[in-house]
């Protein structure tokens, strides 16, 4: 035999002892598989617990590589052959991942391969110490998901000390692992007793010998607890501890694996704390109700904010579905099983809608339902949030009645100004007045000679309109007529004031009325407005200030028929003062014309007399004859005077140039319309830009700014107008633009025709002359007027000027 033969036949003798040495150590420990390798990982050892862990029996796997417990993915990566080569090369390796049984299952195995060296340090095999994780992997699972129910706890395996005890408890072997978590040596620990390895507590209650004694009845025991290192610093271990015995069953010692769990523990420690923070958090919030559901819906979870909003204490509503919460025609709707599809598809769900206490009460709830979802994507739950909005709810009702309120007002009121006919403003009023109030039953009630009649109603009987009420100071309007003060009744059949006969024959319970009043404070009122209920109903101070409004649209309704029969005498009295003046005026022009001409003529003959008589005249021939030029003179300007006012009273104006900033006088007007512009609800704007500067007429362009705007304000009520001046080399432009009613196609070559009024613009004030008169003074400056408008989007009015005006004088026919 050569000297590589004779090595050879060592090394494989020298593994054959330390891999029964290795197989004596661990043969009884059935909770690894403890395999021992050769340099080519080649199975020659194999324990109980390998063949229990791995299904192949220790003939069925000797001689074959390690790979076999290895997924075909690793064997394809080479993850085998590399573990073994880093263990070769670090003296260690620790890996966690799927491991393949016999039968093709799979386990989750912690795995620690160690490599085997003889004493000249030359690679003499591995031992390779695998830990079926599975059951602990799923429990650590479910652990994850009860407390956590968003994150997986995964422990990383640090280290394992392996090593033998006497029956009595004494060390009798020791492993680098159990040196490297421990800290003493092999010299140091073998032969003493474990007992080294417990804190002073556990040793004080005999901890270590009833360890023994379980593992020794039982075959094997598993504790967590606190152990001790060398140096006297504490580790959190896994222990456990394996009864070892021969063949005949005698006891011939423990095996004890040890592991440090130190790290994971602080990690659970710091889980748990965090945990309890989220709770107490949770459970300190009053103004939200805040809790989990499960996957079916059932309640889990429930905080000191949830038992005060809804009324259940935690012990009641545990375990019940959620559809408790929810009124009755929703739960036969199936809406809180829909909401939970919902949020589990989308992730998310919210909604506004009435939830029921446990007193049977209602409230107006917000509520946000969120799946909860495991690091996998498994649903685990829904957590559900949910906020009183009742008050919220009332506040913004009560904001959008307000804004009914005062939109309802000013279309009235709009009504009014446009209509001429106070009977027609009170039918739309009631009707207006009983939508926008939600009462049964709206009356307005006018003062004439014999009393109060119903002048207008909306929700009553047929005959009602027309009916008579008596006063008496007992009812509601009696009350009201007298007192000149609003009154509100939240029901009559608990308060001091009496219904009225009409009011009965209606079957009223509640109402509120308010006076019509007369414009002047000193005279008596027109009537009452009233607006009644067939049920109790309590109104609020804005229901009053919206009757009073109406109130007063009617009275300026009454008010302004007046005006305009006074108005009518008035004007018929102007027009026939306007016919004497025109008579006046018109023999005025005829007797001016009828004296120019024989004046002329006689001008003519005293210059021809003076021609003839020459310088044969006496003296006072001369004189007589200049004293007849002075007085035709004297009378030829009387007529021209008499002419100028016949020119200036049939519409001959003169235009007067003088230097005018147009910019600065659109401001002035602007600024004057203002407070029109405000009360039409208009936003009314300038800009300007460039020299705006010419020669023009003040008083004529400040009617031209005058009128545009005006009617922007009237036809675009409610819009932003704005005013814009622009100057260029040679010329400016006013443009005047509103978003208003807008002008037909068909009217825009019209729309400056005297006397011409727009389809659209009939319903409003005035006799169509302040376009026609706009035109005329912009043309007899040399400028042009013109307009860009669409029916319903507005118009845009443009003015263009020349800064220099040809001729010194015009004038506007």
């Known amino acids: 035999m050569g000297a590589g033969e004779m090595d050879d036949a060592r090394d494989q003798s020298t593994m054959e002892v330390l891999s029964r040495e290795a197989l004596a150590l661990v043969a009884g420990i059935e909770h690894y598989a403890i395999v021992v390798l050769d340099t080519e990982g080649r199975v020659v050892g194999w324990n109980e617990g390998a063949r229990l862990m791995k299904g192949w029996s220790e003939a069925e ?79 650590e699972q479910a652990l994850r998901r009860s407390e956590d129910r968003l994150r997986l706890l995964v422990e990383s395996v640090k280290d394992y000390a392996f090593f033998m005890l006497e029956p009595d408890g ?79 069953g005698r006891l011939v010692g423990f095996s004890k694996v040890t592991r440090d769990l130190t790290a994971r523990r ?33 309640v889990a979870t429930w905080n000191a904010g949830a038992e005060q909003l809804q ?11 959620f559809e408790i919460f929810y009124p009755d025609d929703e739960r036969e709707m199936g809406k809180p099983a829909r909401e939970l599809v919902i949020a589990e598809r989308d992730g998310r769900h919210e909604d506004e809608g009435w939830r029921v206490r446990k007193d049977g009460t209602r409230f107006w709830a917000n509520v946000v339902i969120s799946a909860v979802r495991d690091a996998h994507g498994a649903l685990l739950g829904f ?24 939109e309802a007002a000013a279309e009235l009121g709009l009504a009014a ?31 004439d000679a014999e009393g109060l009649r119903v002048a207008a109603a909306f929700g009553g009987s047929d005959d009602l309109v027309g009916a008579r009420v008596e006063l008496d100071g007992r009812t509601l309007v009696g009350h009201v007529e007298a007192t000149r003060e609003p009154a509100l009744v939240d029901d009559f059949e608990r308060a001091s004031i009496v219904r009225t006969p009409l009011e009965e024959a209606h079957g009223v319970r509640s109402g509120v009325a308010v006076v019509v009043p007369a414009l002047e404070p000193t005279a008596r009122p027109y009537g009452v407005l009233v607006a009644l209920r067939r049920r109790p109903h309590t109104l609020v101070a804005e229901d009053v200030t919206f009757l009073r409004g109406v109130a007063n649209v009617i009275a300026a309704s009454i008010a302004r028929r007046a005006d305009e029969e ?43 007399l003076e021609r003839a008589v020459g310088g044969d005249a006496t003296e006072q021939v001369k004189k007589r004859l200049r004293s007849a030029l002075r007085q035709t003179r004297r009378l030829g300007l009387l007529v021209d005077r008499l002419l100028d006012t016949s020119r200036i009273v049939s519409g001959h104006l003169e235009v007067v140039p003088g230097h005018v900033d147009l910019a600065e006088l659109a401001s002035e007007v602007v600024e004057s319309f203002q407070d029109a512009a405000q009360h ?25 700014a005058t009128n545009l705007v005006a009617n922007a304000i009237q036809y675009g009520a409610g819009k932003p107008i704005s005013v814009r001046v622009e100057g260029a080399a040679d010329r400016a432009r006013l443009v005047v633009e509103d978003r208003g009613v807008g002008i037909a196609p068909d009217e825009l070559e019209r729309i400056f025709d005297r006397f011409h009024r727009a389809a659209v613009t009939r319903h409003a004030a005035g006799l169509g002359l302040g376009l026609y008169i706009t035109r005329e003074i912009a043309c007899r400056h040399g400028g042009r007027v013109h307009v860009d408008s669409r029916l319903g989007a507005g118009a845009r009015f443009v003015v263009e000027l020349p800064r220099v005006p040809g001729g010194d004088e015009r004038r506007l026919a």
């Open 61 to 139: 796997i000797l001689g074959r590589s390690f790979t076999a417990f290895y997924t075909e993915e690793d064997q394809r990566a080479g993850r085998p052959q590399r573990l073994l080569a880093q263990a070769a090369s670090v003296g260690r390796i620790e890996d966690e991942a799927w491991r393949v049984r016999k039968d093709g299952r799979r386990f989750w195995a912690d795995v620690v391969i160690t490599a085997l060296r003889d004493e000249r340090g030359a690679l003499r095999g591995f031992v390779k110490v695998v830990r079926d994780l599975s059951e602990r992997r799923e429990t």
């Open 170 to 248: 004494r060390i009798a072997s020791w492993n680098p692992g159990a040196e490297r978590l421990k800290g003493w040596t092999a010299s140091e620990v073998i032969g003493r007793d474990l007992s080294i390895f417990y804190p002073a507590d556990a040793l004080a209650r005999g901890r270590p010998r009833e360890l023994l004694r379980i593992a020794a009845e039982e075959g094997r025991v598993e504790e967590e607890s606190w152990r001790v290192r060398k140096d006297g610093s504490r580790f959190w271990a896994d222990v456990v501890i394996s009864r070892v015995q021969d063949e005949s």
């Open 266 to 298: 602080a990690a659970d420690e710091a889980l748990r704390t965090s945990e309890e923070r989220a709770r107490l958090l949770v459970a300190s919030v009053k103004d939200y109700a805040i809790f989990m559901l499960d996957r079916e819906g059932r």
């Open 311 to 321: 009324g259940y204490r935690g012990a009641e509503v545990i375990g019940r579905r």
């Open 383 to 406: 957590t559900m949030v949910t906020r009183d909005q009742t008050e919220q709810r009332h506040a913004t009702r009560r904001l959008e009645a307000r804004a009914r309120q005062q």
């Open 417 to 447: 100004l446009r209509g001429r006919d106070p009977d027609v403003i009170g039918d739309r009023v009631v009707r207006v007045s009983a939508d926008v109030l939600g009462a049964d039953l709206v009356a307005l009630l006018v003062r």
């Open 566 to 608: 006074q108005l009518r005498a008035a004007e018929l009295a102007a027009a026939e003062q306007r016919q004497e003046v025109r008579l006046r005026d018109e023999f005025i022009s005829i007797a001016a014309h009828e004296m120019r001409t024989p004046l002329n003529a006689l001008q003519l003959s005293i210059y021809a």
């Open 680 to 704: 039409a609800g208009s936003e009314l704007t300038i800009a300007a830009s460039g020299d705006a500067t010419g020669e023009w007429d003040r008083t004529l362009l400040t009617q031209v």
